[in-house]
């Protein structure tokens, strides 16, 4: 398939995915079910593409568990994210540093 065509139909699906629920969807969502369904949608789909790479991402597993313990604990207590992020890092590193 020529890339250009390719390129195209990607967008063209791409932008129907996105405009087709506004331009159905005329009034706003009122079952409870759904919202708090469409609510948590963004959040498992970042954890589904995040976490298995969070074990790649180093030579050890055990430095990716603690890091990643490190990162759920410093969330649970409502840390930045930067702070959670270069933190469990600093973690990660320094169990790789240990072994």
Known sequence: MNPLAAIIVMAVVT???R???????????????????LHYIPYAILASM??????????HAASAIVGTLVALALAWKKRSLITVSLVAVGFAYIVELMI
């Open 15 to 17: 932008y129907l995915i």
């Open 19 to 37: 405009v087709l629920p506004l331009a159905l969807i005329n009034k706003p969502i009122r079952n409870i079910y759904v919202r708090s369904f």
């Open 50 to 59: 995040t976490v298995p790479y969070i074990f790649y991402a180093t030579t």
